[in-house]
């Protein structure tokens, strides 16, 4: 099977790209410049994503599946067909080549295999976040997390680096990579969750543990949310996460604070988002995206009913733990007024025993919240980041249609000036008439682009999820394993000194 | 629903029909030997069937059965309170009422809200309840079966008669529970007797053994109680995140039901590997139940009964000083000098009896308690390890075959 050759020799070496880029820049598909830190998650179309910055790697990988290029017919032939069908009324929808023949050329295992053999290749990469620090007073305050990566992929400068970053940096990255790739098709990990209260604790200084909790908890969900990204192939090799990972100093992401301006819009775009939802029916004509989103929809309720009850464990062992604690206090005060003595001693070994009970069940809850709840919390948002997607293509299809709408109604105005003498007025119709089928055919191309980059994803995105449940829960078993022989051992020695009452 | 319960002879294990003496280490004696070996539970009222067994010749037959409810227990026990003869003995104390409101309530709460889950739901949940229930049921029955048999190992005290009746008569004591008046009379009879316990405790004891035994027995009491109530909390706590393992193994079963993945196989393993251990840590937090919190709580009670004692003698002392007291004053004015030597006399008689068989109680009370505590601290041990034990097999027997499938 044809690889995706071309693909894989522009990615790798930075420094070649250049003069490459410069030649396929007029031809590319993008011409605009890249909006920065935008909040309008309505956002620019499709065209308006790149620029003609020879940073910015992913033009290639556009150019790579245009329409005309010959090897995507090979690897993408559920896609329509590229010529234009000639304009039906709206309600109707050019159905792409889909049924019987999608199964036979197209399977999902040619393109895993592909994209495994592209990540084996050259993904070595691990980014920790760690020694959290405090910098600055007050309710100006704020913690700084150190960023380090370690790598042997050519794609940077240096093999194991530093760099200091905050909560809003994080939040920063994420909403420029939502900007860029999430109406395009590409499902972007969503960032970890802002907490008011629980940085308030932190800023004003409570050095307590509930405050150093929140701290651990974040600096895991920061670290987990860089991984991600970086396993994304495209989005490793997005400037602006290079740039988060090697440069020493970064703008502030001013626009990520809740309240402003750029808060507030996004709020607004969202309002009019769910809006937009309601009011759209698509006549889906691939079942795959409807049978898709109907799994992801009732993996998303079984997720969180299963993230519910784990958090729930998670607080019944951490109750468990305090209260076994409180009967070993109480168990060694028994012990203390026993006045046969050698009841005495067994009943200060039970109070031992569960002491070291106490602790075992406090690190099996941090296991049960660190290995489990939070991947499932992890993985109920990554699903509305791809829900999100769906949604995306959903706008790209109504943007189609509407441009046909109005396609049409040209034409229909410009029937009705050939009745009249009005030549000028004529041929203006008849240029409208040429742009608006240009669109017409770009806005087609768009949405057959962001169902292909789907699909893609979303095989990408299957086995991330199998690898991820894969590993979490078995780690999360060893855990239990590990407690469980703790247990045995602790109560081995009490068994022994009460028998000897 | 719940009279499905009495399954006959069967309702009861082999295991269950041995002396139920968890916390109490007695002497079974062949002359005289009582069980419970059948109890029904029935809408507000749980019918006991008392089985004696014995030698002795007061009675009719060698073997007979009689069905008790929880109020004559009461009766029984009230009326060796009551009688002064016993004032020297630990009172073995009075089983607690059987309380099935919560689990009732919760069974109920389960019938409404059918409709609203699943069947596999329903079914796992009411299974869950109806175990609870059987839980409960066996440990009532096990408390009044202990009362039995701590009376009927009692020297004394199993010569009662109102304990013979008990065991014999075959028609219902008509024993009514106390109305409202009587109870009204008890709250204050307690309140007089702990104000009055606490005057008396003032009293320091010229003997050693029992000044040793009062200090010994109001801190032991005291922290009985509190471990009692925070080893029931931690029982509980137990009990909750066992329940959240089942749930979480419903959902990981829903899941691997409906994944396309290959995680499919793999939730549906994890799921069955939850279920299985739920079960285990079910069975810890039961365990725990019987063999520490049952124990701390009757050892709360017993030792109760042993402070009850120490007051009664406490209290025949003061009357035996004050009869003293009576006697000089009466000597001095010389007159009812007669009367006077007379109860003093009775006084002195009482004093002593009591406290002569107050110490050898209080010597078999230690006794029992250290036996008791021995042996359910090495089961509990026994326990604790065998169920960690066998949570480690399925734990690791489900990765072991998860790893290489993968």
Redesign the interface.
């Known amino acids: 099977c044809h690889r995706i050759g071309s693909k894989m020799l522009y990615l790798d070496i930075r420094g070649d790209l250049d003069s490459e880029i410069r030649e396929r820049g007029t031809q590319s598909l993008s011409s605009l410049s890249t909006e920065d830190v935008s909040a309008n998650t309505n956002g620019p179309n499709q065209d308006a994503l790149f620029d003609d910055d020879p940073e910015d790697l992913f033009a290639e990988a556009t150019e790579e599946v245009s329409l005309d290029s010959p090897e995507r017919d090979i690897l993408l032939s559920d896609g329509p067909s590229p010529a234009i069908t000639p304009i039906t009324p709206p309600t109707s929808v050019i159905a792409p080549r889909i049924g019987h023949t999608h199964d036979d050329m197209f399977t999902h295992s040619s393109f895993d295999e592909i994209e495994e053999e592209e990540v084996d290749d050259s993904f070595d990469i691990n980014i920790s976040v760690s020694d959290p620090e405090k910098v600055g007073d007050g309710m100006n305050a704020y913690m700084a997390y150190k960023v380090t990566t370690k790598t042997s992929m050519s794609l940077f400068k240096q093999r194991e680096f530093s760099v200091k970053r905050r909560f809003s940096d994080f939040l920063g990255l994420h909403s420029k990579l939502a900007s860029k790739y999430l109406h395009v098709g590409y499902i972007v990990p969503p960032a970890p969750e802002k907490s008011i209260v629980g940085m308030t604790k932190v800023k004003v200084g409570k050095e307590d543990q509930s405050s150093n909790e929140f701290v651990e908890k974040r600096r895991s969900a920061l670290e987990r949310y860089l991984m991600r990204t970086v396993k994304h192939h495209i989005l490793l090799k997005d400037p602006d996460v290079l740039q988060f990972l090697e440069s020493s100093e970064l703008p502030r992401a001013v626009s990520t604070q809740a309240l402003s301006s750029a808060g507030l819009l996004r709020m607004v775009n969202k309002a009019a988002d769910a809006v937009n939802k309601m009011t759209i029916k698509m006549n889906e004509s691939d079942a795959w995206f409807e049978e898709k989103q109907q799994?992801f929809e009732?993996?998303d309720v079984?997720?969180r009913?299963?993230h519910i009850?784990?958090e729930?464990?998670v607080c019944?062992?951490k109750?468990?733990s305090v209260?076994?604690a409180?009967?070993a206090k109480?168990?060694a005060?028994?012990g203390?007024?026993?006045?046969?003595t050698?009841?005495s001693r067994?009943?200060s070994q039970?109070a031992e025993v569960e002491e070291k009970m106490d602790q075992l069940h406090q690190d099996q809850a941090n296991a049960d919240f660190y290995l489990f709840s939070e991947l499932l919390g992890d993985y109920v948002r990554l699903l509305a980041a791809v829900k999100g997607v769906f949604d995306h293509r959903i706008k790209t299809w109504q943007k189609w249609q509407d441009s046909q709408i109005l396609l049409q109604k040209k034409r229909e105005a410009e029937a009705k000036l050939q009745f009249t003498n009005k030549s000028d007025k004529l041929q203006q119709a008849k240029d409208e008439i040429k742009d608006m089928e240009g669109r017409v055919q770009q806005d087609e191309r768009d949405f057959e682009q962001i169902s292909r980059t789907i699909r893609k994803e979303v095989g990408r995105f299957?086995k991330e999820?199998?690898k991820d449940?894969?590993t979490s829960?078995?780690k999360y078993?060893?855990s239990?394993?590990l407690t469980?022989?703790q247990?045995?051992k602790s109560?081995?020695t009490?068994?022994y000194v009460?028998?000897s009452? | 629903m719940m009279e499905g319960l009495d399954d006959g002879p069967d309702f009861l294990s082999e295991e269950d029909r041995a002396p139920r003496a968890v916390n109490v280490d007695l002497q079974t004696d062949a002359t005289l030997q009582v069980d419970i070996s059948d109890a029904l539970s029935e809408r507000d009222k749980v019918k006991f069937t008392v089985h004696t067994k014995s030698s002795l010749p007061n009675f009719k037959l060698n073997e007979f059965s009689v069905v008790r409810q929880h109020e004559e227990f009461i009766w029984l026990h009230d009326s060796f309170v009551e009688n002064e003869e016993y004032a020297g003995y630990i009172i073995p104390p009075a089983p607690p009422r059987p309380d099935f409101d919560a689990s009732r309530e919760k069974l109920q709460k389960l019938g409404e809200g059918e409709g609203s889950m699943t069947k596999e739901e329903f079914t796992k949940m009411k299974q869950e309840l109806e175990a609870e229930y059987l839980a409960i049921f066996k440990k009532t029955v096990a408390m009044h079966e202990v009362f039995l048999c701590r009376v009927a190992a009692h020297p004394v005290l199993r010569k009662d008669l109102n304990f013979h009746v008990f065991l014999e008569y075959n028609q219902d004591l008509s024993v009514r529970g106390k109305n409202k008046k009587e109870k009204l009379e008890d709250f204050f009879k307690n309140v007089v007797k702990s104000a009055d316990g606490v005057l008396v405790a003032g009293v320091k004891d010229v003997d050693d053994f029992f000044e040793h035994e009062k200090t010994f027995l109001l801190e032991y009491h005291n922290r009985v109680k509190d471990a009692s109530a925070k080893s029931d909390r931690m029982i509980r706590s137990h009990k909750n995140a066992a329940d959240d393992i089942n749930r979480i193994a419903s959902s990981l079963y829903t899941l691997g039901t409906q994944d396309t993945t290959e995680l499919c196989k793999f939730f549906l393993k994890v799921s069955e590997l939850f279920e299985k251990t739920r079960k285990v840590e079910s069975r810890v937090a039961a365990d725990e139940d019987l063999k520490l919190s049952d124990l701390l709580k009757y050892y709360l009670r017993e030792s109760q009964a042993a402070k009850d004692l120490l007051y009664r003698r406490s209290r025949s002392l003061v009357d035996y000083e004050n009869a003293n007291k009576a006697l000089d004053k009466a000597r001095s004015k010389n007159r009812d000098v007669l009367q006077a030597e007379t109860s003093q006399q009775i006084c002195c008689h009482k004093f002593e009896k009591i406290s002569e068989s107050a110490k050898q109680e209080l010597i078999d009370f230690k006794t029992r308690r250290v036996a008791a505590f021995r042996k359910n601290l090495v089961e509990l041990a026994e326990l604790e390890l065998k169920h960690a034990k066998g949570n480690l097999q399925l734990l690791q027997s489900c990765l072991g075959f998860m790893k290489t499938n993968t």
Not at chain 1, 336 to 340: A, G, I, K, L
């Open positions: 799994h009732s993996l079984q997720l009913k299963l009850s784990v729930s464990l019944h062992r109750e468990l209260n076994t409180q009967f109480s168990a005060m028994l203390n007024s026993e006045d046969h050698a009841l067994a009943l039970l299957e999820r199998v449940f894969k829960i078995i078993l060893e239990l394993v469980q022989q247990v045995i109560y081995f009490f068994r009460t028998a009452v």
